[in-house]
């Protein structure tokens, strides 16, 4: 008997429904049931972008974040979140308000990003990987929303840096 293909729905990279999956794939069924008292099944729902029923409530969002940022991983909805903004900012034709870091702090954030680029890229390039040498889909959407991260650290840098006049 062959087993079940499961097939991954993509979600467009920094999307919320992409940061929720992300999450979701961190924290497993039972650590997603813990932080937001709610069942893994509806967690899953509101990581889906065609399910216009089921949107994630503000408080489990960060519940979400919270409990990934308690496992040592990044917040991917809070990262989904600052990029949506940006982008919703830049469609009514403004840019959004930069607030300067230290540019040796912001400069750290943009290496940790191009070291995610590089682990997302030699992971998808690894002969076991699950395109081998060619990148399947979601490597894809992988790499491009770590490169979508770092773009905005960059250009998150560059701001600093004209600030600092």
């Known amino acids: 008997m062959q087993g079940k293909m499961h097939m991954t729905k993509l979600r467009r990279p920094l999307s919320i429904e992409d940061a929720i999956q992300r999450a979701h794939g961190m924290l497993l069924d039972a650590g997603v049931e813990a932080a937001t008292g709610k069942s893994a099944r509806l967690a899953r729902s509101w990581s889906d972008p065609d399910d216009d029923a089921h949107r994630i409530p503000l408080h489990q969002a960060i519940a979400m974040d919270a409990a990934c940022v308690i496992a040592g991983q990044p ?3 809070r990262e989904a979140y600052d990029a949506e903004l940006s982008r919703a900012v830049e ?3 403004s840019a959004p308000n930069h607030t300067p870091i230290d ?3 912001r400069l ?3 290496l940790s ?3 995610d680029i590089s682990s997302e890229v030699r ?3 690894h002969p076991d990987s699950q395109g081998r040498s060619m990148l399947t889909a979601a ?3 992988d790499i491009l929303r770590s490169i979508g991260i770092a773009r905005s650290t960059l250009d998150r840098l560059a701001k600093d840096v004209e600030a600092s006049e």
């Open 139 to 141: 490597e894809r959407a």
């Open 75 to 77: 917040a991917p909805i």
């Open 123 to 125: 992971a998808a390039r």
């Open 113 to 115: 990003n191009l070291g």
């Open 108 to 110: 750290a954030q943009a």
């Open 103 to 105: 540019l040796f702090d």
């Open 91 to 93: 469609a009514l034709g």
